[in-house]
């Protein structure tokens, strides 16, 4: 069996002042989750506003402790990156879920 955990994650940039800044900010915060967590990441909400963003992350696996590990991971080292303004929420689905 298989599983996928959706991570939404909220950023606020208080101290940012363009969409270019933003930008940059997000693009480094995608590599990253690819890169250590293997995570697939997509910028979702907000792509006009210049201090909020809106990341969705997803995870995929084959055991549903793993990949709820991996999650639990990926929104810690997030909030670790932006103590200034992020809220992560996730949600973990079977692949019988998500196929019906």
């Known amino acids: 069996m298989s599983f996928v955990c959706l991570v939404e994650i909220h950023l606020h940039f208080p101290e940012n002042g ?4 933003k930008r940059k900010e997000i693009a480094g915060l995608k590599a990253q989750l690819q890169r250590r967590f293997g995570a697939a990441v997509s910028e979702t909400g907000h792509h006009d506003l210049w201090q ?3 990341i969705s992350a997803a995870l995929v696996g084959r055991d549903a402790g793993t990949v709820e ?32």
């Open 18 to 21: 363009s969409l270019k800044g």
């Open 52 to 54: 909020r963003a809106t």
């Open 69 to 100: 590990d991996a999650a639990h991971k990926l929104g810690r080292y997030v909030e670790s990156q932006f103590p200034q303004g992020v809220r992560v929420e996730r949600g973990l689905l079977s692949g019988e879920e998500v196929l019906g």
